[in-house]
Nanobody
Framework: QVRLEESGGGLVQPGGSLRLSCAAS????????MGWYRQAPGKQREAVAVITSGGSTNYADSVKGRFTISRDNAKNTVYLQMNSLKPEDTGVYYC??????????????WGQGTQVTVSS
């Protein structure tokens, strides 16, 4: 069993910054792609940023130049540094990882979500 635990959400004023973290635990053999997704009220979940095992990154157009995704493979952790936050960045942020365990093939695991609110 694999568990993903997110932290770092909260309330921030427009123009501010937050750093999200997501750590995976369990019988992990390998983690491939890691990513961050968000869901705003009344909207569908959307991809924000992803990072491959080789370190290649991809961002939603709406966050390019403001958000940075990174990973620490030794800690099985993915980060999302969010700068110049806007009210439209408000939502529940979820991390996701493609994890291969000791017994099972690659599978998508999701965190429980952390609320990010950008408001003055």
């Amino acid at each position: 069993q694999v568990r993903l635990e997110e932290s770092g959400g909260g309330l921030v004023q427009p123009g501010g910054s937050l750093r999200l973290s997501c750590a995976a635990s369990g019988s992990i053999f390998r983690i491939n792609t890691m990513g961050w997704y968000r869901q705003a009220p009344g909207k569908q979940r959307e991809a924000v940023a992803v990072i491959t095992s080789g370190g290649s990154t991809n961002y939603a157009d709406s966050v390019k130049g403001r958000f940075t995704i990174s990973r620490d493979n030794a800690k099985n952790t993915v980060y999302l540094q969010m700068n110049s936050l806007k009210p439209e960045d408000t939502g529940v942020y979820y991390c996701a990882m493609v994890v291969t365990t000791m017994l099972d093939p690659p599978y998508d695991y999701w965190g429980q979500g952390t609320q990010v609110t950008v408001s003055s």
